[in-house]
């Protein structure tokens, strides 16, 4: 599943309107993520969450009970959306040489552009304090 506006994508499915909550929901999710990849976890705060998202302090708080919460939740999404990217388009008729070559490409791609780049920084910065995102 991916995001695309207030729509979601589902692969085969048609596009399905989303609810107002799940609009907010979605809004406080990419926030979180800017605002963990451009600030880090420590620095990061619930308040600046809400103020990039548009929304109040409560509404962050009534969608993920706390920081940490919705820091896993960006983590696991960012790193689903990561994993979705690298199995798209893999021709599995070539030869395994020439679809580990692509997936190594992709991967390299995926790890040393900035948003990989960051979410590598943010997730080995918080390994000790999230172990199950490792």
Do not use: W
């Not at 596009?15 to 800017?34: E, N, P, V, W, Y």
């Amino acid at each position: 599943m991916l995001l695309s506006g207030n729509s979601v994508i589902s692969i085969g499915c048609p596009l399905k309107k989303l609810s107002r909550s799940d609009q907010k929901r979605t809004a406080i999710l990419d926030a979180a993520c800017s605002v963990f990849l451009d600030e880090g976890f420590d620095v990061a705060s619930m308040d600046r969450i809400a103020a990039v998202a548009g929304v109040s302090k409560r509404t962050v708080y009534g969608h993920f009970g706390s920081k940490n919460d919705l820091f896993m939740n960006v983590m696991f999404d960012m790193c689903e959306n990561k994993s979705i990217l690298m199995n798209m388009n893999m021709d599995t008729d070539q030869p395994i040489e020439t679809i580990l070559s692509e997936l190594g490409k992709k991967f390299l791609m995926m790890m040393f552009d900035a948003e990989g780049m960051s979410l590598f920084r943010i997730l080995i910065s918080q390994a000790v304090n999230f172990p199950e995102l490792g």
